[in-house]
Each structure stands twice: as C-alpha cells, then as structure tokens.
C-alpha cells in the first residue's frame, strides 16, 4: 500500500476511490473497502482511499472532539490489512476546509485522482459547510465520466454499525458489544516507554505504552493479549491486565497513561512497538488509601484475568 500525503497528487492511472474518515475501520468501514477492492478489480482500476488528518471535528472543536478511536499510524495499519493499493491522507485546515463541493469534485477527484468510480457512504456529506451530498456526486458524475455509489449501512445486533456506536460501547466498558461492531478486539499500539518502575517495585512491573491518543475512548483495568512482546516472533499473543487511566493512588492530576503487566514475562522490551487487545473490563479506576491496598486489588485482577483465560 502506498501512502500520499503530499497537499496535491496526481493519479498515474484512473482509480476507483472511496472517502471517509474511517476511524476505527469498524465492520461498516471493512464492508466499503471490500466493495472498494472488488470493484477495482473487476474494473481493473487501483483501489484509493481518501482520508483526513485531524479529524475534522478535531480540527474545528478540538476541547469538544469526540475520542479518538484510532491513530492515524493505527488506521494506516488497518487500512493496508485490507489490501488497498493507495491512501491519500489530506491535511484537514483552514485552506482544505474552505474548499467548495464543486471544486472539490472537478480539481481533486477529477484532474488530481482522476476518479472513474466512487463509493461513499449513506451519510456523506463533502465541502465548504458539508454543503456537498450525494446527489451533488450524482449530477456530477455523467459530465466527468465517473460512476458514484451509495453503500447502506450495516447493521449488527439491530445497530447501525458507526465510530459513534463503537465509542458509546467502549464509553460504557461493554468492549464484547464493541468488538462485534469492530469485527476484532479493540485495541491501542505503542511503543514502550520508561515510567517510574512502581510497578516493579511492588511485584508487577509493567510496560507503560506511549499514548497517541491524549483523550482514550475507555478507562479502568482491563484483561488484555499483547502483539510484539517478543522479537523473534512478533505475532505471538500474551496474556496480561492493563491499566488505562491517570492512576488516582500515585497522581492527584496524571495524565492517561497505558499501563501492561504481562504473566510470566521478565524480558527488556524498551523501545519495541506493542499492540494491546483489550478482551474484558474488570473494574473502574480507583484511588486507594494505601499503596498496600492498591497492591492486594492489583493480585485479584491478576488473579480474575488468569482465571479468564484458563476458561477462554
């Protein structure tokens, strides 16, 4: 997959071409990109996605956001998973946001993408003011010599399946309803950073993982696998608990930090890039009176988890 992020590109070759924000690349995102990839094979075009960097939301109230679900690293990660050849990630300001549909149409999907099919979703709205909708695409489409598609939603337990959904879901700790919606456990990758060794300390030491994303879409203790431990074979899963949260006993006012202690597992691994699949909420954070407390709460959770996957 290869990726443009340059401000304009020009297509070598017509593509076929689908837009979104894709956070999260949940079941409904995974549906378009296999309609994507099938039509451009079938049509024999490259398969681009066009994707945005902030979020737009982000971009415009960035105190009201909405979290975050995937990084842009992440996503790219996703994106390549389902074997589309081109992402352009757009540089979302002022000047890109002032850009009207009819432009937008005509300078970037036409001359620049050289589109020849389109899919977007049943709620796209695109331009200056979301003042660009489907039917715009539509009238447009026989002048330049594209075709435009609708994709419905898909629905998963009687809910449409959207980024809003997944982060109520993780919101409420409820990650096997968000896992379906995903289609895989929800997860968060990072490297592992140094920390202040409290957990060493007091019999579990942990990997602090470096967050990209300042506002997670969940908090507490959680029982995890972990990705990339484990240098000589990277996809081998590890059991542990982790903590996602500012850490009330040890800080009045932290900021959130991820936290992993693996079972049975005492090797350096500072500096390596670690995937963490969150499988169950265990319990809220809480702040303890005591670090002596803490540490008698942290061996149930140990012992809940272990108990998890022996039953798994």
């Known amino acids: 997959m290869h990726t443009w992020r340059s401000r304009s590109i020009y297509a070598k070759a017509p593509l076929a071409l689908t837009i979104g924000n894709f956070d999260g690349v949940h079941l409904g995102h995974q549906a378009m990109l296999t309609r994507l990839k099938n039509t451009a094979d079938s049509l024999r075009l490259a398969s ?67 589109v020849r099919w389109l899919l977007v979703g049943d709620d796209f709205r695109f331009g200056a003011r979301r003042s660009g909708d489907f039917a715009m695409l539509q009238a447009f489409s026989t002048q330049l010599g594209f075709e435009v598609e609708k994709m419905p939603s898909i629905i998963v337990d009687g809910q449409r399946v959207s980024s809003t959904g997944v982060r109520q879901t993780l919101a409420a700790g409820n990650l096997s309803a968000a ?20 957990g060493k300390k007091i019999g579990f030491p942990t990997a602090n993982i470096q967050l990209k994303l300042n506002h997670p879409p969940l908090s507490g203790i959680f029982i995890v696998e972990v990705h990339g431990a484990i240098r000589s074979s990277p996809d081998t899963k590890l059991p542990g608990v982790a903590s996602l949260g500012i850490r009330p006993t040890i800080h009045s006012n932290g900021k959130p930090l991820l936290e992993v202690h693996l079972f049975d597992f005492n090797q350096e691994i500072y500096g390596q890039h670690l995937q963490v699949d969150f499988l169950q909420k265990l319990r809220d954070e809480e702040k303890y009176a005591t670090i002596e407390m803490l540490i008698k709460q942290i061996e149930i959770d140990v012992a809940q988890a272990k108990d998890f996957f022996l039953t798994a």
């Not at 902030?54 to 690293?73: N, Y």
């Not at 998973?81 to 979302?92: E, I, L, Q, T």
């Not at 896992?179 to 990072?190: A, V, W």
């Open 179 to 198: 896992n379906r919606l995903l289609g895989r456990p929800y997860s968060i990758s990072g490297r592992v950073i140094g920390g202040d060794k409290l």
């Open 48 to 114: 681009c996605v066009m994707t945005f960097e902030p979020h737009p939301r982000e971009f415009f109230s960035p105190d009201q956001a909405p979290a975050r679900l995937t990084s842009l690293r992440e996503k790219l990660v996703l994106l390549a998973k389902a074997h589309v050849d081109y992402v352009r990630v757009c540089r979302f300001n002022y000047d890109f946001a002032k850009i009207n549909p009819e432009e937008f149409i005509t300078r970037i999907l036409h001359k620049e993408l050289s």
